[in-house]
């Protein structure tokens, strides 16, 4: 499942996705990728989007029925494209769909040009399948892998809820906000950080 925008020309990597799928689905390795993304995309590039049997949109998804949906995948597909105008722009970008997809505990494959912050922080944690270029047989063994492994799947989900919760969890990061602040304040009262105005 991929929820979001396919603008910034992530519809083509969503496209390559599709692509494989129906080339392993010639192999008989059978998996389909359903696609909830906005109404202004699906007007622009929705027959894109559309490859039969493997891929298709599956509309727009409410906010309330996101989590609904996350839960329900096998797994849930991040993508960045690999244009260098796109790279550009979305270098410094984290996406807010990440931590939410990693609080799901349903596995993750990320794919996109490994500088892009969403990418790198999917792949510095180690807790999803990461494919970072367009060649298309390792895009159809990643997804080979995904497909072909419900316990890689299923730790993988796992680590990515355990980092979520620890990096994400909104009390636990208030509380260490406040340990921050506190720290920050007794440091200062302590004349600890030399600063000379």
Known sequence: VYIGSVALDRWRMLREIGIALNKLRDRDILGELTI????????????????????RIGGTASAER???????????????SFDSKMRKYTK??????IPQYMMSGTCILGFGPPEVASIQYLKNSKAAIMLCDLN???????????????ELRK???????????????ANIQK?????????SIR??????YGISL
């Open 36 to 55: 909830y993304t906005f109404p202004q995309d699906i007007r622009q590039v929705g027959h894109e989007l559309n490859i039969d049997p493997v891929m």
């Open 92 to 97: 410094y970008s984290l996406s807010t769909k």
């Open 66 to 80: 996101v989590a609904e949906l996350q839960n329900e995948a096998d797994v849930l597909v991040h993508v960045e």
């Open 136 to 150: 298309r047989k390792s895009i159809e063994n990643a997804l080979k892998t995904v497909i072909e492994s419900p």
């Open 175 to 183: 509380e260490r906000f406040r340990e921050i602040v506190n720290e």
């Open 155 to 169: 730790g993988l989900g796992t680590l990515a809820r355990n980092i979520a919760l620890v990096k994400h969890e």
């Open 187 to 192: 440091l200062w009262n302590m004349g600890s």
